[in-house]
């Protein structure tokens, strides 16, 4: 059962940030969206991530992709332009997440940097670690 909340959660959380982007970035085609319906999937949007943001400010139900999650979700608020305290507890709890690769460690890198968080020790670290691979 877990299996099937997480893998519904994901899916909806690609569609949504889908619609999310289709709309930030203005995409056009011969059968693009109305505007009304660019603006009423950027608002349910909004509200499905808002409504289920986990209660520590995460989104997402596996602990290996909570990060990738969270930093997702907190991406497509802040260029929606939600910056209230759902977004502030997401960046909270993004800030006090444990990566668990390096992959997972830079977007929360990004999303922080975003945010105007100071991520000069973790991206020392990103570096380091890349640093061994070579």
Known sequence: MENVKRNFFIKKSIL???FLTLFLLGGQS???ATTAQLNAARVNGVAWLLANQNGDG???NDVRN???????????????GVTGPN????IAWLA???P???DSLARQILVLNEAGVDVSAKASKLLAQ???FQ
Not at 66 to 80: C, E, G, N, V
Not at 87 to 90: P, T, V
Request: glycine residues 10%; proline residues 0%; hydrophobic residues 40%.
């Open 58 to 60: 995460s989104w997402g």
């Open 16 to 18: 949504i940030f889908g």
């Open 100 to 102: 668990y690769s390096n």
């Open 96 to 98: 006090n997440a444990h």
């Open 66 to 80: 909570k990060i990738l999650a969270t930093s997702a979700a907190l991406s497509a608020l802040r260029k929606a």
């Open 87 to 90: 977004y502030g507890n997401g």
């Open 30 to 32: 011969a059968h693009s």
């Open 130 to 132: 890349k640093s061994s």
